[in-house]
């Protein structure tokens, strides 16, 4: 439905040249909820700009549905863009127009009828759950609140496809887990595609379906966030991930209690994850003892990653160790013992 082919933005400044985007490529499949992740800088907002052109590539294609936006006339790229909403991080909402006002407004200026924009407005209200503010002025509302506004402001247009962009960062934790869950309902009730930019992968675990990230305007990893979170290749991508699961490794060398045994990181997927520990102990003459890790709901699944070390005879933790690798659980060396941890090949 979207596709970005080679796109390059380049700023020029003052002080020289900067390469915000370097040859992104990425495809936005209908139906999905899309997300991309990166530290600050590293170029999402660039890119989240130049999928409806409010930001010009210095090179490269921008594909909407077939159609490259760039050989649109400023007519038919305004009726394009139509069909692709965008929410923001600040909201950007009328300060002098009422909540009702705030979602019409635009709507008349798109020349939608004045029965239509009645019908629209209520509807999204309703949606968006705040039917009893129509009459509020955005100073009189929490910001979880006004990116609903904004999130009806943007529906009421029927869009195919919604931008946001970091549009939970300036929320606290609660009320950011409403709007994600609002966003899904969204996504699940009227077949909307989503593609967000963000800096928080609690925002990608709770409701994307796949995720890219980004660093140095550059994408360095993408793919389904399951198989992303299960086995991330690309260090930033590791960072990101152990991030949520809060995993604390041990001490390596120095902290002789691991010398003997195996110490291990396991990523294991559910429903396997329930039990799988527990077999090994029945099926083995080994110990597991979970040191450190966590569970993740994804959109996909659930996944734990637990820091564990095995003791037990030898040959029998290697059995083990194969045991895991059969019922599809990845083993990963913990950081600096790779010394102790055997290859398993
Ligand atoms: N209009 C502009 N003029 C000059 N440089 C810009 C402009 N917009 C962005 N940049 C630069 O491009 C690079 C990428 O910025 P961008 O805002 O896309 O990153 P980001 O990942 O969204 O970061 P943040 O999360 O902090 O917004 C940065 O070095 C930034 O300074």
């Known amino acids: 439905m979207i596709r970005l082919i080679n796109v390059s933005k380049t700023f020029v400044t003052k002080k020289g040249k900067v390469e915000a985007l370097k040859n992104v490529s990425l495809e936005l499949k209908k139906g999905e909820i899309f997300g991309v992740i990166g530290h600050s800088g590293a170029g999402k907002s660039t890119l989240i ?3 409806n052109l409010l930001e010009r590539p210095t090179s490269g294609t921008v594909l909407w549905n077939g159609v490259d936006l760039m050989s649109l006339s400023p007519k038919q790229l305004r009726d394009a ?3 692709i909403g965008m929410i923001f991080q600040g909201f950007h909402l009328l300060k002098t127009a009422t909540v009702y006002e705030n979602i019409a407004i635009p709507l008349k200026l798109s020349g939608v009828s004045k029965k239509n924009i009645k019908e629209r407005v209520e509807k999204y209200l309703d949606v968006v759950g705040l039917k009893d503010k129509r009459d509020d002025y ?3 509302l929490s910001g979880g609140q006004k990116q609903r506004v904004a999130i009806a402001r943007a529906l009421a ?3 195919e496809v919604l931008l946001c962009d970091e549009a939970t960062s300036a929320l606290d934790p609660e009320t950011t887990d409403a709007i994600l869950e609002l966003l899904l309902k969204i996504n699940e009730e009227f077949g909307i595609t989503i593609l967000l930019i963000t800096h928080e992968m609690n925002v990608i675990q709770k409701i994307c379906d796949r995720v890219a990230v980004m660093e140095k305007g550059q994408i360095v990893e993408s793919g389904p966030v399951l198989k992303i979170f299960t086995s991330p290749v690309h260090e930033t991508t590791r960072k990101f991930v152990n991030s949520l699961f809060h995993v604390q490794l041990p001490q390596a060398p120095s902290d ?5 045994g195996r110490l291990v990181s396991l990523f294991v997927r559910f429903p396997v994850g329930e039990t799988v520990l527990t077999q090994v102990g029945k099926r083995f003459n080994v110990f597991p003892h979970i040191l450190s890790g966590g569970i993740l709901h994804l959109r996909e ?6 820091v564990v070390h095995f003791t037990g005879d030898e040959k029998e933790i290697e059995q083990a160790m194969l045991f895991l690798q059969n019922q599809g659980v990845r083993i990963e060396g913990v950081n600096g013992r790779e010394d102790f941890n055997r290859r398993i090949s």
């Open 49 to 51: 700009r130049c999928i």
């Open 81 to 83: 863009r139509r069909k």
């Open 138 to 140: 955005p100073s009189q």
């Open 157 to 159: 247009h029927e869009p």
């Open 256 to 260: 002789r209690r691991y010398e003997t």
């Open 301 to 306: 699944g659930t996944l734990g990653r637990w």
